[in-house]
T-cell receptor
Framework: EAQVTQNPRYLITVTGKKLTVTCSQNMNHEYMSWYRQDPGLGLRQIYYSMNVEVTDKGDVPEGYKVSRKEKRNFPLILESPSPNQTSLYFC?????????????????FGPGTRLTVL | AQKITQTQPGMFVQEKEAVTLDCTYDTSDPSYGLFWYKQPSSGEMIFLIYQGSYDQQNATEGRYSLNFQKARKSANLVISASQLGDSAMYFCAMREKGSSNTGKLIFGQGTTLQVKP
């Protein structure tokens, strides 16, 4: 089954304690990204990756790190979490954009990780 | 500037009736796609429907249709014959090809739909 998996699904932690949220996809997608969702703001992109070893900042990258050592995995790292990083996080993957090929451009989302930083 | 605007924070609809969720967008890229996602209270993002900027016909998927008005930069979602299970948050999103082809997805703020029995 084609899917994006994230772990953990729920996490409560304390300020300053490093954590990693894992993301894996089995569709051989080149493009992966992380979003955070906050009330009234929709989803905002944190970081993205076009392929292995190619990553770049999204709209809200402060306080986060990522790596893409393998095509299927794209972990999100919070080196020193703070309460303002309490949010719902989504990992997503897709093919690189192709004009005119509708179904090709869909982004597949993981189930989400609810993070609370105390 | 807001690229995706959903002006209805919350809506009610009677079961079995049709409902339209509004979405306007702003882009100068000729190659883009518009998506609608459903997010139930459990939190996952469920893909509903997609419309490409070059698609000549409005997209349809079962009870979902997308009313695409390119000149007005509007991509409204129409849900026919609403069901109680349609109660959820709905997000409109746009993916532009862009100069670097990142394919980033830009989201609106969402509309909460409640279906009344």
């Amino acid at each position: 089954e084609a899917q994006v998996t994230q772990n953990p699904r729920y996490l409560i932690t304390v300020t300053g304690k490093k954590l990693t949220v894992t993301c894996s996809q089995n569709m051989n997608h080149e493009y992966m990204s992380w979003y955070r969702q906050d009330p009234g703001l929709g989803l905002r992109q944190i970081y993205y990756s076009m392929n292995v070893e190619v990553t770049d900042k999204g709209d809200v990258p402060e306080g986060y790190k990522v790596s893409r050592k393998e095509k299927r995995n794209f972990p999100l790292i919070l080196e020193s979490p703070s309460p303002n990083q309490t949010s719902l996080y989504f990992c997503a993957s897709s093919n690189i954009w192709r004009t005119g090929l509708s179904s090709y451009n869909e982004q597949f989302f993981g189930p989400g990780t609810r993070l609370t930083v105390l | 500037a807001q690229k995706i605007t959903q002006t209805q924070p919350g809506m009610f609809v009677q079961e079995k009736e049709a409902v339209t969720l509004d979405c306007t967008y702003d882009t100068s890229d000729p190659s883009y796609g518009l998506f609608w996602y459903k997010q139930p209270s459990s939190g996952e993002m469920i893909f509903l429907i997609y419309q490409g900027s070059y698609d000549q016909q409005n997209a349809t998927e079962g009870r979902y249709s997308l009313n695409f008005q390119k000149a007005r930069k509007s991509a409204n979602l129409v849900i026919s014959a609403s069901q109680l299970g349609d109660s959820a948050m709905y997000f409109c999103a746009m993916r532009e090809k862009g100069s670097s082809n990142t394919g980033k997805l830009i989201f609106g703020q969402g509309t909460t739909l409640q279906v009344k029995p």
